[in-house]
């Protein structure tokens, strides 16, 4: 990835030894998805990470009471004055700071998790406040504005990367890495895509039940069919073997063998790429590697 960046987004990152690069001109723009947070604190969520929060303030500002009222689309946001619940400043719950220890967060005793004031929690669609909408999971929520195109697609986006089961304001905190990743995948594949984009994923399915993981699987064939990049990082052979159209096993940072997954049971005169795996494994370590 630094090496990739500095040479196609100017970017000044450090980069480790190499011996040489080729394809360049086959990409103009390089999208690193890893497993860091989206955010730090309890203000951080799916939805205001991709930006929909945004389209579903507009979307309340301009409801007949909203209007009536006057309030604009900063009324439906809990990072600014006047339309949050003022007791947490919008985080709907109080930080206890604790000495030697990581901070507590408990709900707050006035808005009681809700974030906003009772004025604003009055404003309704379809009979849902702005914290019920917040409260929705992201596949009842892209149902539920399904005849808004900017909200729906950036929601069917996070839904076909298996994430239709989180809530659409859950908090950051409560993200895994992997749940992370997904959402920073999605928001980066809502964009509009210039075709000559490589996107690199470490482990995007660890730690998922089978369900969630066959989706990631399900949709990133998808996107190699129609004609994305990826590099993609996982210990999962069978995820290899289905996924990728070439595979480079890596032991103590060295490439010992690398090929389709065809190639790679035919040099070994095994019948499935796991016991190739093995039989390249155990000839990388009798060869020197050091595991």
């Known amino acids: 990835f630094p090496v990739v960046s500095n040479q196609i987004m100017h970017s ?56 009536m009222k006057g309030y604009k689309a900063g009324r ?3 990072n600014v004055k006047g339309g949050r619940c003022e007791n947490c400043q919008g985080a709907g719950t109080i930080t206890i700071e604790m000495n030697f220890l990581p901070d507590v967060y408990v709900n707050c005793d006035v808005c009681h998790g809700r974030r906003f004031n009772q004025e604003t929690l009055d404003v309704r669609y379809k009979g849902k406040s702005i914290d019920d909408v917040l409260k929705m999971t992201i596949e009842e929520a892209a149902t539920f504005f399904g ?11 996070l839904v076909s990367v298996g994430l239709g089961y989180i809530q659409l304001g859950q908090s950051a905190l409560t993200l895994s890495g992997g749940e992370a990743q997904r959402v920073k995948l999605a928001n980066e594949l809502a964009r509009k895509s210039t075709g000559k984009t490589l996107y690199i994923l470490d ?27 990826v590099l993609y990082s996982t210990h999962y052979l069978e995820e290899a073997e289905v996924l990728c159209d070439r595979i480079y096993m890596i032991c103590q940072g060295k490439i010992v063998a690398h ?4 190639d790679l049971k035919e040099q070994t005169n095994t019948a499935n790429l796991r016991e ?6 155990d000839e990388a370590i009798e060869g020197g590697v050091q595991v």
């Not at 005849?147 to 986006?157: C, G, N, W």
């Not at 995007?204 to 990049?229: C, H, W, Y």
């Not at 090929?259 to 065809?262: A, E, F, L, R, V």
């Open 259 to 262: 090929g389709t997954p065809q």
């Open 12 to 67: 000044k990152l450090p980069v480790g030894a190499y011996k040489s690069i080729s394809g360049l001109e086959n990409i103009d723009k390089v999208i690193n998805i890893d497993q860091s947070p989206i955010g730090r604190t309890p203000r951080s969520n799916p939805a205001t990470y991709v930006g929909v929060f945004d389209e579903i303030r507009k979307l309340y500002a301009e409801l007949p009471e909203a209007k």
């Open 203 to 229: 482990e995007p399915t660890l730690g998922l039940d089978i369900v969630s993981a066959d989706a990631i699987i399900r949709f990133m064939q998808e996107q190699k069919e129609n004609g994305k990049t």
């Open 147 to 157: 005849a808004f195109p900017a909200i729906a697609r950036k929601l069917e986006t």
């Open 276 to 281: 190739a795996f093995h039989a390249i494994y």
């Open 76 to 78: 439906f946001s809990f």
